[in-house]
């Protein structure tokens, strides 16, 4: 069973960036697809980006396409989400999270972690 804990959350203005990491311990990281999600001050969670076990694959939100990226270091058991051009609108807590295939509805997801806070001021 994969315990996910994420990193890098903090305080940034508009324009700014911010490298969110999702580090994994307690089981085979090659196995995971790894999946961020975010859910905003009253809004549900939402799907952000996810990478295949391999990192062949990423897919991404239409609303971060461009702005995130999404990789993985499979030695390192580690997944990172590159976020540029930050908005208001991304103001949430980011979670990670892990299952066989890279999923878009949260109640899908086998395993999370707690979450990291972004904050973006205007």
């Known amino acids: 069973q994969v315990q996910l804990v994420e990193s890098g959350g903090g305080l940034v203005q508009t324009g700014g960036s911010l490298r969110l990491s999702c580090a994994a311990s307690?089981?085979?990281?090659?196995?995971?697809?790894i999946i961020w999600f975010r859910q905003g001050p009253g809004k549900e969670r939402r799907f952000v980006a996810g990478?295949?076990?391999?990192?062949?694959?990423?897919y991404y939100a239409d609303s971060v396409k461009g702005r995130f990226t999404i990789s993985r270091d499979n030695a390192e058991n580690t997944v990172y989400l590159q976020m540029n051009s930050l908005e208001p609108e991304d103001t949430a807590v980011y979670y990670c999270?892990?299952?066989?295939?890279?999923?878009?509805?949260?109640?899908?997801?086998?395993?999370w972690g707690k979450g990291t806070l972004v904050t973006v001021s205007s």
């Open positions: 999270a892990g299952d066989v295939l890279v999923v878009t509805m949260p109640s899908a997801v086998d395993y």
């Open positions: 307690g089981g085979t990281f090659s196995t995971y697809s």
């Open positions: 990478i295949s076990k391999s990192g062949a694959r990423t």
